[in-house]
């Protein structure tokens, strides 16, 4: 996938420029947020690899020197020193839990009340060796649901020579926190 592709899973469900965004399991940094919030927003980026955020911190230094992103060396299924957010991308991390409740349950306390879950995953439910737990989009529908998200829609899809599909959804976090922030 080319950035362009990386960018059009993610347009549909940030509405605006700027705000605080978190990027939970960015790697390198392919699904960055930078170009959608611009400099105006700030972006906390979290993965556990250390290797991987000096390298995105290089990217983005280069290409979008003028966002604001703060480089977190940590698990996102841990608590985090996070500011209340605007929004929070999940691309291709989601698959790697199994008990993706309690993730979902800790990222919603995060979230500002109307903050946006945005959501790029492998749309099916039985995974392989790379991908151990993908979640289709109907899949994702119900979790969100039952884990104090709303409004879930489906953005958009791109072909995968892995599980045959990538989706992207946004959910919305409900309007009263559900769970204390750790």
Do not use: C
């Not at 991987?52 to 979008?64: C, D, I, P, T």
């Not at 291709?92 to 008990?99: A, C, E, I, K, Y």
């Not at 099916?124 to 979640?135: K, M, R």
Request: charged fraction near 20%; charge should be negative.
């Amino acid at each position: 996938m080319t950035h362009e592709d990386h960018l059009a899973l993610l347009r549909g469900g940030i509405p605006v420029t700027g705000g605080v965004w978190a990027d939970l399991g960015s790697g390198t940094g392919a699904f960055t947020l930078a170009d959608i919030i611009g400099p105006d927003g700030t972006i906390y980026s979290v993965d556990v690899d250390r290797r991987a955020l000096k390298e995105q911190e290089r990217v983005m230094l280069s290409h979008f020197p003028g966002v604001n992103v703060h480089y977190i060396a940590g698990d996102y299924t841990n608590p985090l020193d996070l500011p209340p957010l605007d929004g929070i991308l999940m691309a291709n991390s989601l698959h790697f839990q199994r008990d993706k409740g309690k993730v979902l349950r800790l990222l919603h306390s995060y979230l500002k009340p109307g903050g946006r879950l945005l959501l790029v995953e492998y749309n099916a439910d039985s995974g392989n060796p790379w991908v151990p737990f993908p979640i289709s989009y109907p899949t994702w529908e119900k979790l969100s649901s039952t884990n104090g998200f709303s409004s879930t829609r489906l953005l958009a899809t791109v072909p995968s020579r892995f599980l045959k599909e990538i989706y992207s959804a946004v959910s919305i976090s409900s309007e009263t926190p559900l769970f204390e922030r750790p």
